[in-house]
Every structure is written in C-alpha cells, then in structure tokens.
C-alpha cells in the first residue's frame, strides 16, 4: 500500500506553531488556513495537536477544532490534553476521525488505551510516542516532549498496541524541527516490533529523507511539518518525488 | 419530491457531524434520527459507523431502530462499521446478531500485514452499482480491523497484502461500503452524490 503523507499541525491555540525539539515556537499561521491548504495539495490525512493543552492542564479547545476540522475531506487526527473517554467522544463529535493520546496514558492510567479502542475501535486510537534518546535506548517523554517518563519506547509500543491501539504517530525530540533528516534507527525498530501501523514524524528536511525513510524503515505514514508550513514543498512535489 | 437523507444517530459512537458535512457539499440535505417517528420523514438512510459491531447493535435494539431499519424500503447505505451491521452476524466482542439485511458474517481481518487496514486503497469492481457510478478507479479511505465476509451481493473487492476483502456491496436497495466515503475527498463526494440522486423507489 502506498505510504499516507499526513500534513502535522502542532497548534498553540489559535495559532499552528513550529517548535524545534519542541520548543522555541514561531507562529505559521491559522489552523483552518492550514488545513484547507493541505487537503487541496492532496494530503492523505491531516494531524492537530494542540502542544500546550497538557502542560497547562487546561481543557480541550473544541471550536479552534471544529473550525480546524470543517475544511478537511480527509481523515482528521486530534491530540492534545485527552484524559478520558469522554474527551474523546466529545472530539469524534467535532469531526476528529482518531484522536491521539500520550501524556495522560503515561502518567495518569494507561487503560485509557483499551477503554476507548473498546467503545470506539481500535482504528479510532492513535498513541502519540516521544522518544528521546539516552545512553541505553530510547525514552519515552511526556508534556510535548518536556518530561522524561522513564519507560522504554519499545516496551511501551509493544504496550500500547497490547491495549488496543490502532497506530503509533512516533516523533523524536530530538529531531524535531531541525529539518536534518527523520531517526531513521529508531523507525525501523519500531515498525519491526509492532503489527499495527505506524506514522513517523520528526526531522523531515528535504525529500531525499523522506524517501530514505520510507525505503529503510516502511512506515504506514509520514508526517511532516516544517517543509510543508515553509512552502519548501508541497504535498504534491513530495508525493511526486516518491512516486505515490 | 421529498430528497431527506436521515443519518442514524446511534450512542456516542458514529463519525455523523463528517458524514452530514460531506452530505451537504454534495448538495444533499440530511438530519438526524433520532427516534421511531424519524423513519417516516427519511427518503433514504445513512449508517454511520465508528466503533464495535457488538455496541452499535445493542444501541439500534435499545432505541428500537432495527424493525424500522430492516422494513425501510428505500435506498440504505451503511459506511464502514454501518456496513458491517448489515450482516446476520457478527465476530467482535463475541457474537451478536446483525440487521440480516445481507447475507454475511463479519470477522476480524486476518493477513500478514499490520491490522487495521489504514489508508488509501483501490476497488476491484466486480459487479457495479449506480453509487460507484463514475468513480470506479479511484482510491478511498479505509480504516478498519474487520471485513464483511459474504459469496453473493459483492460490487467491489479490495486487496491488502495479498488478502482480498469485500469493500463495496449492495442488495436492491441497500448498499455498503466498507471505506469512509466522507473521508475520500472529491471521489468521496461523488459517491454521496450517487447516493443522493438514486431514485426512492
């Protein structure tokens, strides 16, 4: 199957931002701007992940979405802050057609995975991983990629997909947002460990990384952030260089 | 004459709020059933489907919407899940009966590749059906675990390595498929549109 070019949208209400290693944000523009700009271009899927919701324990800000979500004809993944079912129902109501989960998994009851796989099914159920690297491994780190959960990254895949999830959006701290290619090593590991899909994010800087990505690790799906929110390319160029 | 396309609102489940967007880009105009009395406004009815086959039916028995289901008469089409509670039964969190109105079982997907089935694919058309009509090679939306597994009623199949499924049915007048058509951009809108423009009859 061809692999999914999903347009990433980290969202620092009401602006899409662009961190690196997930700080130092620049504002790119309106998310609904966004999202109708990537749908035209041809991307397979849109993500929207709200970065700052979880840090600031704050609650989900479902009109930023629901406007966000009315300009995309393609499947509309939804992140940030979810802590129950009931954020999650609440978001599918909105128009998310997966929501994504991470910190709260994590830190506060990793049955939240199982609990909304079984009510909403598991293609519903996206577990959001940020690695970061150590001396032994990779870690896995909570908050937008502030703090460490001491909980290995493929122990906690294998998990995840043991609860029920439907795929895995794998993003590297220390990657993100430097446009110097994706953790091509930490992919491919992944992907191996786990039979559910998995989207890989995190340090696309030229199409030559995205293809080596794809032909060394096989992903289910690419996303991409930075090279689409600079114009650098578009969806088509991308899927043109790689043939999809 | 009457065109209302009454989109089955069944628990919290249901991805409604894209179904009746799509609905309206197509230049359909659709509610929501919410109750017996509903059906009757209905000139066709959408089934909408996030979620197990095992809650959607307990939902549907529980409102007293599948008798009004099963007696329609008038073009049905199930989406996804919604497609696959048109079979007599089926496999997810054990057993549970479905609407009967095709003759099928749904099962969970077994292939050697990742489960659910996530993205874009192709329709193999084996016999078409006026909600195909035009759209035939194009790619739609799939995001699934199960498959409707059925020998008669078959418009369209799928492959995903190397595993061929049932991705497009109809019987009469009720039609299935197991793709997101609201999620398959303009093709997606297309198929509504089909939908929209098949006579009540």
Redesign the interface.
């Known amino acids: 199957?061809?692999t999914?070019i999903i347009a990433k949208l980290d969202v620092k209400p009401p602006f899409v931002v662009k961190p690196v290693h997930f700080e130092g944000l620049r504002k790119v523009g309106k998310p609904a701007a966004l999202v109708e700009k990537y749908n035209t271009q041809?991307a397979?899927e849109i993500f929207y992940i709200d970065i700052v919701s979880s840090l600031y324990r704050r609650e989900i800000l479902i009109d930023e979405i629901k406007r966000a979500?009315?300009a995309s004809?393609?499947?509309?993944g939804v992140g940030g802050g979810v802590q129950s079912v009931n954020d999650f129902?609440n978001l599918?109501?909105?128009?998310a057609?997966?929501v994504i989960v991470n910190t709260f998994a994590i830190t506060e009851n990793k049955n939240i995975i199982s609990e909304a796989a079984?009510?909403?099914?598991?293609?519903?159920v996206v577990v959001n991983i940020e690695a970061k690297k150590n001396y032994n491994g990779w870690e896995c780190y909570t908050d937008c990629g502030r703090i460490p959960s001491g909980i290995p990254v493929l122990d906690w895949a294998k998990e995840v997909e043991r609860l029920g999830a439907?795929?895995i959006l794998l993003q590297s701290v220390d990657a993100d947002g430097r446009q110097r290619g994706f953790d091509v090593e930490l992919a491919k590991l992944v992907v191996d460990l786990?039979?559910?899909?998995v989207v890989v994010a995190s340090g696309a800087g030229s199409l030559e990384d995205i293809a080596t990505l794809i032909k060394e690790a096989r992903p289910?799906?690419v996303a991409i952030a930075s090279l689409l929110h600079y114009d650098k390319f578009s969806i088509q160029d991308i899927k043109d260089f790689l043939r999809l | 004459m009457s065109n209302l396309i009454g989109i089955v609102n069944y628990g919290v489940v249901g991805n409604i709020y894209n179904i009746r967007k799509a609905v309206k880009v197509a230049e359909g105009e659709s509610f929501l059933v919410e109750s017996l009395s509903d059906f009757k406004k209905a000139d066709k009815l959408i089934l909408p489907g996030v979620g197990s086959f095992k809650d959607a039916m307990e939902e549907l028995e529980r409102k007293g919407f599948v008798k009004p289901i099963k007696e329609f008469n008038k073009p049905i089409l199930g989406i996804c899940l919604g497609m696959q509670i048109l079979a007599d039964v089926g496999f997810e969190y054990g057993k549970t009966k479905g609407l009967g109105l095709i003759q099928a079982e749904v099962k969970p997907i077994i292939c050697d590749s990742q489960i659910p089935h996530m993205g874009y694919n192709t329709l193999e058309v084996l016999e078409s059906n006026p909600i195909l009509e035009g759209i035939e090679n194009e790619e739609f939306y799939f995001m699934h675990s199960f498959e409707v597994v059925n020998y008669n009623n078959i418009s369209a199949l799928t492959t995903y390595a190397d595993h061929k499924f049932v991705s497009v049915l109809c019987n009469d007048n009720v039609y299935g498929v197991q793709f997101h058509p609201e999620k398959s951009r303009q093709q997606g809108i297309k198929l509504f549109n089909n939908f929209i423009n098949l006579s009540n009859d």
């Not at chain 1, 599918?92 to 128009?95: A, K, R, S, T, V």
């Not at chain 1, 786990?194 to 899909?197: A, M, R, S, W, Y």
């Open positions: 199957m061809k999914r041809g397979d979500s009315n004809f393609v499947p509309f129902s599918f109501h909105h128009g057609d997966k079984r009510i909403f099914g598991s293609q519903a439907g795929e786990v039979n559910i899909p289910s799906g």
